[in-house]
């Protein structure tokens, strides 16, 4: 690994996003989802599933209070268990001192704030602040004096505590916690939350290790290892990183913690155990990490983990992590990604399925799987630029991620299909896990308040930097501000992605500065020009793992022109793929398209595109900017035929060639898709 080559996410304070279509995403978060989600957590939005969030926080923060009134006399709750997922007997009645919803509930309110602090970060807003603080307030109340939080345990019970990290979520609560306290703290310089994050942080850096005596176990839904590596980025803190680095190596090594944990809870609670019921790969834990070459088990838990695997590998110099890393994401890449950047073929266990196996009526796609996707993928680019994980992280950005919420911000899907059928999902049993239409909320809500912090952080997925050079990794409208050994540049960009190749950027700087400035090299982008207007001569160009690099003296007036050809691109799967052989699907930019009912009527299977008259490079296909969707979007026109339906209804007759009508296809973004009322969907067409 080439330490030289790391780089670090450019701090939001020091870039300005102008971006068409970037700025209308992130002020619907701002605007819509940030406040709108608080309300979900305080449990006052009629027709959306009850978060029950800000409650268990002030019904723990109230055994808290009178832990502290009635000192010794304080009898804590033993531990009764009430289901993964509690909910009130009467929903109208609920009782101010139990904790209902799911075991993770606790992080509802740390992506909200995590969201929060990253629009702040650029969008200062004091009402939201004061909000955001007494929320602060409330969950630091509800913290015990040795820094543990978790309100699931607080309130039903701490003997058993640290019993089930396997399925009860405790480190993924300090995960997404040490996450939202970070990003506040870098927004407002408010350190509260933080040092509430440490404290829980601490509660398991102290007990967990290989030290003898220590705890042995990680966690059974990752996250805590990349929320670690930034609490030791934003603290100096040691222990953070070495915890980090403890959960990652410890996962999956004999014994196994899982099943012993399994035998040691069913001991406890007087049960004799034959064989443990817990799927190791389904929490990654069926071999050590650095000899796992293929993503299996819960998708969202594969990627978190993947990302902090990446992270520590970067950290450390660990080679043999990074090369895991690698290999994990090629299988990804080569055996189990959708072509809308999604993760996730089974709703068994929300898991990735065996390779090749990608259903598209099926699947999962969880919404957070591909923001996971992107957290990896963004991690693999800060330890090597490599246009090859930067192509997943904006195929996964553009389409999944953002297919996950409605056009409006007003609605949500956790499961992402490419094909839909409204009756199927209603009737099918099989599909019941796909929504045809974006839900208000969920129960088990991961995936909305996931795209709000995604989205508000987006920059960081655009800009990274290292000491000498700044990263340019997704193309949006905007100013960056560097800051190079020898001075300051401010970089300006002017593109219309994803609609049209070409960027424009400018420099503007007090003083000449040298540096280099690196830009990816998309991958779908057919040729690409670039033409550097510099006033001091000798700019260096590089091409590397297809990236650009120009290094050089950069002063003000200084400019680069980019022009990454945009064609239409009509792809086939794997023929190992079984769902897509025969099939097309269409791509523009990082853009995957699909076709809606609204567009070309029902029954979306009769329809079969043109090959031929599309032609190798999609020639013959038109590209319409529509401004259908509140904002201007390119559709796609492509050439085709729908087959006639015979007047016989009956099932089978002698096979004869199809009758079919000329026609042509309306191709809309998939992350569109669903915001014209109920209908089929289809990403993948016959062709
Ligand atoms: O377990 C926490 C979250 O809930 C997971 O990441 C999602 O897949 C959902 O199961
Ligand atoms: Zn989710």
Redesign the pocket.
């Known amino acids: 690994m080439n330490q030289k080559q790391h780089s670090a996410p450019v701090a939001l304070r020091s870039i300005h996003v102008t971006d068409e279509f970037w700025q209308r995403e992130m002020e619907l978060v701002r605007k819509e989802v940030i406040p709108y989600q608080w309300e979900v957590l305080n449990d006052r939005v009629k027709d959306a599933a009850p978060s029950w969030c800000m409650h268990n926080f002030r019904a723990a923060a109230k055994l808290m209070r009178e832990k502290k009134d009635k000192g010794a006399t304080f009898v804590a709750p033993t531990y009764t268990f009430r289901g993964f997922e509690a909910l009130p007997e009467d929903p109208e009645h609920p009782e101010e001192d139990r904790f209902y919803g799911?075991v993770?509930q606790d992080?509802d309110f740390s992506k909200w704030i995590e969201a929060v602090g990253y629009s702040l970060a650029v969008h200062p807003d004091a009402e939201l602040e004061k909000t955001a603080d007494e929320a602060i307030d409330l969950v630091c109340a509800a913290q015990m004096e040795n820094g543990y939080l978790d309100t699931y345990y607080i309130i039903n019970g701490m003997d058993a505590a640290l019993t089930n990290l396997r399925d009860n979520?405790e480190l993924?609560c300090l995960g997404h916690l040490a996450e939202g306290a970070v990003a506040y703290y870098q927004a407002t310089g408010k350190d509260k939350l933080l040092r509430a994050a440490c404290r829980y942080a601490d509660f398991f850096a102290e007990r967990f290790g290989p030290e003898e005596g220590k705890c042995k176990g990680y966690p059974g839904?990752e996250i805590a290892e990349m929320a670690l590596i930034r609490l030791y980025e934003a603290t100096g803190e040691q222990r953070y990183l070495d915890l980090s680095r403890y959960f990652i190596d410890q996962r999956g090594q004999e014994p196994n913690y899982f099943i012993e944990e399994e035998f040691a809870r069913a001991a406890r609670e007087g049960k004799t155990l034959r064989a443990p019921k817990g799927n190791m790969a389904y929490h990654q834990a069926h071999k050590p990490v650095r000899e796992q070459d293929e993503a299996v088990g819960?998708?969202?838990?594969a990627v978190y983990l993947y990302a902090g695997m990446a992270d520590t590998a970067r950290m450390t110099g660990d080679e043999r992590l990074f090369d895991a890393c690698e290999k994990l994401f090629n299988n990804i890449v080569n055996q189990k990604l959708y072509i809308t950047g999604g993760i996730g073929g089974t709703h068994m266990g929300?898991s990735f399925s065996y390779p090749y196996d990608l259903p598209n009526d099926s699947a999962y796609s969880?919404t957070?799987?591909a923001i996971g996707l992107a957290f990896f993928t963004r991690r693999m680019l800060q330890i090597k630029a490599d246009s090859r994980y930067g192509d997943v992280m904006e195929q996964a950005l553009y389409n999944t991620v953002l297919a996950g919420m409605a056009l409006d911000g007003k609605s949500f899907f956790y499961v992402n299909p490419l094909s839909v059928v409204p009756e199927a999902c209603a009737k099918d049993e099989r599909l019941q896990h796909v929504k045809p239409v974006r839900q208000k909320w969920f129960g088990?809500a991961?995936c909305p308040p996931n795209i709000a912090r995604m989205v508000t952080s987006v920059a960081q997925y655009a800009y990274t930097e290292s000491e000498d050079t700044l990263y340019t990794h997704l193309y949006m409208s905007g100013e960056v501000d560097k800051r190079f050994a020898g001075g300051a540049i401010r970089m300006k960009t002017a593109s219309r992605m994803p609609w049209d190749g070409h960027v424009s950027v400018s420099i503007e700087a007090q003083k000449p500065v040298s540096g280099t400035l690196a830009f990816r090299i998309p991958g779908w982008s057919g040729a690409c020009s670039a033409k550097a207007s510099c006033a001091q001569e000798g700019t260096q160009t590089e091409m590397r793992d297809g990236y650009l690099y120009l290094t050089g003296t950069w002063q003000e007036g200084d400019g680069i022109e980019l022009d990454f050809t945009m064609p239409v691109r009509m792809l086939a799967a794997n023929p190992r793929v079984r769902e897509d052989l025969g099939k097309v699907a269409f791509t523009r930019g990082p853009v995957t398209y699909c076709a809606e009912e609204a567009d070309n009527g029902d029954m979306l299977h009769l329809l079969r595109v043109d090959a031929a008259k599309v032609g190798r490079d999609g020639e013959g296909v038109a590209v319409e900017m529509e401004e259908k969707f509140g904002h201007p979007t390119a559709a796609l026109v492509v050439p085709g035929y729908r087959a006639v339906l015979p007047e016989a209804e009956g099932l089978y007759a002698a096979a004869a060639p199809l009758e079919e009508r000329e026609t042509t296809i309306r191709l809309i973004p998939y992350y569109a898709w669903a915001n014209r009322g109920l209908g089929e969907m289809s990403v993948w067409l016959r062709g």
């Open positions: 799911f993770f992080t979520h993924y839904h819960h998708a969202v838990r929300e969880e957070c799987a088990c991961c």
